[in-house]
């Protein structure tokens, strides 16, 4: 397989269809707070936001599925072994639609288990439960289509990943503005949306790579014990890694919980910009990770180095502008997404806090695409667990400073994450050669 040229165009190449298909993931969010958010039910808008939370929780405790399929196929890419690259994507899908299944069979237990630990309020809760019941539906393709998304990033077929994530937020803004506003669905509509559309997705996904899935006839490969051993062994790191920010993120949406549905609906209008920032940005960061996987592979700290200053400088850059631009769009923004007065003030005063989130949290989210592309699934997991656990303490210390505290903590957690990951940067440096292999 040719390698992937390190240059700042090739790097941007790359990287567009990332970002224009990653955009595309929090408009559905937006389509999704607008669809509910226009019809004046503040609870109902709550429920949206809490109830994905949870699913995000859930769903996102196997986002290794995309993550470590990534660097392991750009790895495989960059030692030139097709035939592994192929078995990889298999593998990945097989395990997504076993999890998945598992998800929709132990659904009764995990649904109420997860509104016990999560306080919405009865309101809140009455709108959240249907939603996530929906949402389960589409479990299976959810997980297939991560292994997919990961295997064509590893391979840096960004073009194809996007015309597969815009094939299901299409799906998803449709169906979620039929069942809303012509059934009046609902926060259940919302959900039911966006499970036909992850079905739809694994559909197309499918006849993307079935070309590929003629590793199905190497079943020695395919079920190899070393690499089905390498395969969950890495997967195991970027799991417990994953399931750790998720439980940040899931602190951060019940603390505006506990100070109301008004707080915390303002807060899931807020986390819509944040989302589209980090989403952005990731198309950067998911360069990153093929670009620094195919480094690996082929053994070059050179290549290494450079994929992550170019890479690294894009994610700057665009982290600048991003603050200027909420700061100038912001208030525009939430009048267009709400129309409940005490929303729309409450975000709006917390509207500063946003603007610096795309300086702060870009550290952490470049250096989480090195570390993925590497497959450091242990430094990862270490970093995760440790900004977590401080995130926390410092949500608690916080606490006087009532919503003002919740946004301080969150730009500390992108600090604490990135601090802890640059700590493992100099032995992932060292473990490659210092030149290019001949």
């Not at 397989?1 to 390190?6: G, R, S």
């Not at 295997?151 to 597969?164: E, P």
């Not at 449709?174 to 609902?186: A, M, S, T, Y």
Request: glycine share 10%; with cysteine.
């Amino acid at each position: 397989m040719a390698a992937l040229p390190l240059t700042r165009r090739s790097i941007l190449a790359q990287a567009w269809p990332i970002m224009v298909g990653q955009m595309t993931v929090p408009l559905v969010g937006l389509v999704d707070t607008a669809v509910i958010g226009r019809t004046g039910d503040a609870a109902a808008l709550a429920g949206v936001a809490l109830g994905t939370t949870i699913v995000n929780f859930i769903f996102w405790s196997f986002g290794f599925l995309r993550m470590g399929m990534t660097g392991m196929t750009a790895q495989a890419a960059g030692a030139g072994d097709t035939a592994e690259t192929d078995a990889l994507l298999v593998r990945g899908l097989a395990v997504g639609l076993g999890f998945g299944a598992l998800l929709v069979m132990l659904q009764l237990l995990l649904i109420p288990l997860a509104f016990q630990l999560l306080a919405g309020g009865a309101d809140v809760d009455a709108s959240a439960k249907p939603y996530v019941a929906a949402r389960f539906l589409g479990a299976p393709a959810s997980l297939a289509v991560f292994a997919i998304n990961g295997w064509l990033l590893g391979l840096g077929r960004t073009r194809a990943a996007l015309a597969l994530q815009i094939v299901m937020n299409l799906v998803n803004v449709g169906l979620d503005v039929l069942f809303v506003w012509h059934f009046h669905w609902g926060a259940r509509g919302v959900g039911l949306g966006t499970a036909c559309a992850e079905w739809t997705a694994l559909a197309v996904g499918l006849v993307m790579v079935a070309p590929h899935l003629r590793a199905l006839r190497d079943r020695a490969r395919l079920f190899d014990a070393a690499r089905m051993r390498r395969l969950f062994a890495v997967n195991a790191d970027i799991m417990i890694r994953t399931v750790a920010l998720l439980l940040l993120f899931a602190w951060f949406t019940n603390a505006g919980a506990r100070l109301g549905a008004t707080t915390l609906a303002a807060q899931q209008v807020l986390m819509q910009a944040v989302g589209i920032v980090a989403f952005v940005l990731d198309g950067f960061a998911f360069t990153a990770e093929s670009r620094v996987g195919h480094a690996v592979g082929a053994n070059s700290r050179a290549d290494l180095r450079r994929a992550v200053r170019l890479t690294g400088e894009f994610c700057l850059a665009t982290a600048l502008l991003f603050c200027v631009v909420i700061a100038l769009a912001g208030r525009s923004g939430i009048d267009l997404l709400v129309t409940d007065a005490a929303v729309r003030e409450r975000a709006e005063a917390l509207l500063p806090f946003v603007v610096l989130v795309p300086l702060v949290g870009t550290p952490a989210w470049l250096l989480d695409g090195v570390f993925i592309g590497a497959t450091g699934g242990r430094a990862l997991r270490n970093a995760a667990i440790l900004s977590t656990a401080l995130y926390v303490a410092t949500d608690l210390a916080l606490r006087p400073l009532g919503a003002a505290g919740i946004w301080l903590g969150l730009l500390a957690s992108y600090v604490y994450r990135a601090l802890a990951l640059g700590w493992h940067w100099p032995r992932l440096l060292s473990g490659l050669a210092p030149w290019d292999p001949a």
